[in-house]
């Protein structure tokens, strides 16, 4: 829902203020049309469902996997592809990954999203208006409960937009703590993250422990090199106390070796004897994308988790959702319709 238009078009009705929190109350509890907003005057709902599209998205396909995940294809008022996705956990967690921007400007090597056209940061409610989508098809009993910024786009980009949509993501039910943002490692983003009140969590897409390798794969590395983004995830810990999530994808002899497991735990070894680690690694298998690259064997994603956990770096395998409809990490290459 386009909020400053929502607004906008109760101010011409000369309706009072409360209307907009009623409206939106509604909505962020999962409504599915103006006509269900009961408190409202019956001309009044006639006036909205005139005026205001009820999502500045509109659903152009969905795909529905095996495990549960729904991915859904949206375009913009202006035409502009994006895609968000559902996944559904047994233990009733469900958790969307949502896009920032329809495509990508950076250009790592592995991602499908860096393959498409780049068109434009998306406005705060058009970042909601994914999460609503799926709050209105998770309406019982808990809704949507996670948010993760690992769709399209790299968040930093176009973080007030970013921060806009969070600060109403709790009145969907998703709190802040259960919020991250995800970053390649656009340092002015982590700091920008880091000096703000919410008590967000930060994401880093790191992916190699060396500058060579990492600038191979992920070009912002020239500009934003390793050593200078791993001290800025530090001073994020340093401030907030929430630790930082590694993204790591498993790229076979690329990135997978076990000298390249100690390097990793070196970058992100705790400074002082004793004290919590700051970082959590998550490798990520690789999904197919039609780039050269293959995903590393499930042994040796094994074996590089053992190779972190034996130097006390906390480090899982991410479980893949939603693959067999292109929803999984890095697929999001959504065409124009
Ligand atoms: N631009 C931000 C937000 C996107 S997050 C960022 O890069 O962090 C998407 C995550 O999926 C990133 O960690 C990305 O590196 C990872 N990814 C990209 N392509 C992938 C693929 N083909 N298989 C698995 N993970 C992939």
Redo the contacts with the bound molecule.
């Keep these: 829902m386009d909020l400053p238009l929502l607004e906008k078009t109760l101010a011409a009705s000369d309706q009072p203020r409360f209307r907009a929190r009623q409206v939106w109350a509604w909505t962020a509890r999962g409504a599915t049309s103006f006509q269900e907003m009961t408190d409202l005057p019956a001309s009044l709902r006639e006036t909205l469902q005139r005026e205001l599209p009820f999502s500045s998205l509109t659903l152009r396909d969905e795909a529905r996997a095996a495990d549960g995940t729904v991915k859904a294809l949206f375009a913009t008022a202006d035409g502009r592809p994006l895609e968000a996705v559902l996944m559904r956990y047994r233990d009733g967690r469900r958790s969307i990954?949502v896009s920032?921007q329809s495509g990508?400007p950076?250009t790592?090597t592995?991602?499908?999203?860096?393959q498409m056209k780049f068109a434009r940061n998306l406005t705060a409610s058009e970042i909601i208006d994914q999460a609503l989508h799926f709050r209105r098809l998770e309406s019982a009993p808990q809704g949507v409960t996670n948010c993760?910024?690992?769709?399209?786009?790299?968040?930093?980009l176009n973080l007030d937009n970013v921060l806009g949509a969070c600060e109403r993501l709790p009145d969907l039910g998703i709190g802040h703590r259960h919020t991250a943002i995800?970053?390649?490692g656009w340092i002015p983003g982590i700091e920008r993250l880091t000096e703000q009140d919410m008590p967000l969590r930060l994401?880093?897409?790191l992916?190699a422990a060396d500058d060579a390798l990492r600038s191979e794969l992920?070009p912002v590395n020239e500009r934003y090199p390793l050593d200078d983004v791993i001290e800025a995830c530090r001073a994020f810990y340093a401030r907030k106390r929430r630790r930082v999530f590694v993204?790591y994808?498993m790229l076979k002899g690329v990135n997978d070796r076990y000298e390249q497991a100690l390097a990793l735990a070196r970058a992100l070894a705790r400074k002082r004897e004793g004290e919590t680690s700051i970082f959590k690694v998550n490798l990520?298998?690789?999904?197919?994308?039609g780039?050269p690259?293959e995903?590393s064997m499930r042994a040796s994603i094994a074996a590089f988790r053992d190779a972190l956990l034996a130097n006390e770096i906390p480090a899982t395998i991410r479980l893949?959702r939603g693959q067999d409809i292109d929803a999984?990490?890095?697929?999001l290459a959504a065409r124009a319709t």
């Design positions: 990954c920032s990508c950076l790592c592995f991602c499908a999203t860096g993760v910024f690992m769709g399209m786009g790299e968040p930093m995800s970053t390649v994401a880093l897409s992916h992920m993204e994808v990520i298998p690789y999904n197919p994308t780039s690259y995903g893949t999984a990490c890095g697929q």
